[in-house]
């Protein structure tokens, strides 16, 4: 089966205006970090110059770029803000995979990305608390659910429109033979019941506000239930986000490590001991492999098609991409020596942001179970 191009890609000069705006992003990205808030002014920005609508089809109304061309874009990104990048990112892929579906599945999903395009709507990911599992309740009503959970490391909530997310079903008929269901829908931030909880203190990505959000007693019409699922098995729909996400989120990491080797090299060009040279070199190849893997998992993804076999090939470029980006930034600290130990030198700021590139699906011990199970030809849902 031939696969054609996810979307074709318009003209939007977003090169240019990161090249513009990246300066401003750097210092007010800087300041938030240093002072523990959220980067809400770099997102006003970006919003403000059209890039919220980048991965919405051109005949939408939106940017039109291809996946690969949005990895470009927020890879680029995180060499002026990692935490930036990262909810750009967070915002990017929940668009991305809409697109996706409208586009291959004819599903009704060009009214949201019409409105995120022609409204500049925030979409909120609610990360790893509706992985396969789900988390909270949908408690029948009438005309809908009544809905309690609390969603971590929701990127970017302070200015969000709308949270993605869901809830696993409390009513009889949510209880199948393949158990529990797990139910799907969008909230507005600004929805009776919906409230932040300030909970992220972190060591790194101190920029993207990643909070937890409060569902208490919301109520979600029948009408906005966009998907029911079996929880904690593999549906296709995250065979989807799988497919769609990872090679996003991964580019800001590989961002990060990009930047972080240019600030050393530039250190070290003071200094031509030979263990200096040594350390650059080091640093330069490690680098490498994390252009290489990433590169690979975009270029792929681009014309695969969402299943079992490219989740476990996401998942293994994922864990190539977080290992060797991790390795690059402390190699970056040894090349620049103890200049790399000031946090005015951002190296520090560096390490600590990487560190995020560890804890995001599927984290190690999980991804070698699911390659494990794959190559030995047992279910994935084991």
């Not at 696969?3 to 240019?16: A, C, E, Y």
């Not at 002026?80 to 990048?85: I, K, S």
């Given at each position: 089966m031939s696969?054609?191009?996810?979307?074709?890609?318009?003209?939007?000069?977003?090169?240019?205006?990161?090249a513009r705006l990246g300066p401003q992003i750097a210092e007010e990205g800087r300041r938030c970090d240093a002072e523990n808030r959220y980067v809400g002014a770099n997102i006003a920005t970006l919003k403000e110059h059209g890039f919220l609508g980048l991965a919405?089809?051109?005949?939408l109304g939106g940017g039109g770029l291809s996946r690969i061309e949005l990895a470009s874009m927020l890879r680029e990104?995180?060499?002026?803000?990692?935490?930036?990048?990262l909810v750009l990112a967070m915002h990017t892929h929940t668009v991305a995979a809409a697109a996706w579906r409208w586009r291959?599945?004819?599903?009704p999903t060009d009214g949201l990305l019409k409105r995120?395009?022609?409204?500049?709507?925030?979409?909120?990911?609610?990360?790893?608390?509706?992985?396969?599992?789900?988390?909270?309740?949908?408690?029948?009503?009438?005309?809908?659910?009544?809905?309690?959970?609390?969603?971590?490391?929701?990127?970017?909530?302070?200015?969000?429109?709308?949270?993605?997310?869901?809830?696993?079903e409390l009513t009889p008929e949510g209880q199948t033979a393949e158990g529990p269901t797990a139910l799907q829908f969008g909230v507005p931030m600004n929805a009776s019941g919906v409230s932040i909880v300030e909970t992220w203190d972190t060591l790194g990505m101190r920029g993207t506000a990643s909070h937890s959000v409060k569902l208490e007693n919301v109520f979600v019409a029948d009408a906005a239930i966009a998907a029911r699922r079996p929880a904690g098995v593999w549906h296709p729909s995250f065979h989807l986000i799988s497919m769609v996400a990872f090679p996003l989120i991964y580019a800001v990491y590989t961002g990060v490590a990009e930047a972080a080797r240019d600030i050393a090299v530039a250190a070290a060009a003071k200094r031509t001991q030979p263990e200096t040279i040594d350390a650059v070199g080091q640093l330069d190849t490690e680098l490498a492999a994390t252009q290489i893997a990433h590169r690979s998992m975009v270029d792929s993804m681009e014309q695969a098609q969402p299943g079992p076999e490219t989740t476990n090939k996401v998942f293994q470029h994922r864990a190539l991409v977080a290992r060797s980006a991790v390795?690059?930034?402390?190699?970056?600290?040894?090349?620049?020596?103890?200049?790399?130990?000031?946090?005015?030198?951002?190296?520090?700021?560096?390490?600590?942001?990487i560190q995020g590139a560890r804890y995001h699906p599927l984290t190690d011990s999980q991804q070698q179970k699911l390659a494990g199970r794959m190559a030995l030809g047992l279910p994935i849902d084991g």
């Open positions: 696969v054609q191009p996810l979307l074709k890609p318009s003209t939007p000069d977003w090169s240019s205006d990161l919405v089809p051109s005949e990104l995180a060499h002026y803000c990692g935490g930036t990048a291959y599945q004819k599903a995120v395009a022609g409204e500049r709507l925030q979409l909120l990911s609610s990360g790893g608390s509706d992985w396969l599992p789900g988390s909270g309740t949908a408690e029948k009503v009438e005309g809908g659910y009544e809905v309690n959970a609390l969603k971590i490391f929701a990127s970017g909530a302070p200015s969000a429109s709308i949270f993605m997310t869901g809830a696993v390795k690059t930034v402390e190699l970056a600290l040894v090349a620049a020596g103890g200049a790399g130990f000031f946090k005015s030198m951002r190296l520090e700021r560096a390490f600590r942001d």
